[in-house]
């Protein structure tokens, strides 16, 4: 069974794991990442600092009382482009030992209905389009592709 919550302190290490993972995926769709950020003292500050934000939402999924799945994000509730609430997710991450489960579904449905909670009509996120595994589970979870996102090397 798998249980879905609100992080905990306790939680870091596994949490930063995921990151760690997270990271390591998407290197190949972008040249720019540092290679070598989650080994630095400053990724682990970033995380626990997130860990702790109370502006911050970070569930995690729990299996057998280990963390093997996480999503993050927050809402933006005073965002001047839009009329209405918006929730961006930030990072979904689960472990590699444990996908195709299902947990990644039920990490976004747990929080799309946390942001639903906090009023938010529409989520938004970013997502590498070479990241066929995740694109296709944002497409199956009914997220469309609404606009482009480009960057120039100087």
């Known amino acids: 069974m798998i249980l879905i919550r ?9 949490i930063f794991d995921l990151c760690k993972q997270l990271w390591e995926a998407e290197l ?11 080994e630095t003292e400053e990724a682990k500050k970033e ?17 057998n009382h280990n963390v093997v799945g996480m999503v993050d994000g927050y809402m933006d509730s005073k965002c001047k482009y839009y009329d209405q609430k918006v ?19 039920l990490l976004m449905d747990a929080f799309s209905e946390k942001m639903k909670e906090k009023g938010a009509k529409f989520i938004k996120l970013n997502v590498f389009r070479e990241n066929e595994q995740a ?9 469309n592709e609404y606009s482009l996102y480009y960057i120039k090397k100087l």
């Open 47 to 63: 995380v626990l600092k997130a860990i702790r934000a109370r502006k911050k939402l970070i569930l995690v999924a729990e299996k």
């Open 87 to 105: 929730g961006y997710l930030d990072h979904l991450c689960v472990h590699k030992n444990h996908r195709k489960q299902g947990i990644g579904k």
């Open 28 to 38: 190949p769709f972008d040249s720019n990442i540092k290679k070598d950020y989650y």
């Open 135 to 143: 694109v296709s589970l944002y497409e199956k979870e009914n997220f």
């Open 6 to 14: 609100k992080a905990k302190i306790s939680d870091f290490d596994a």
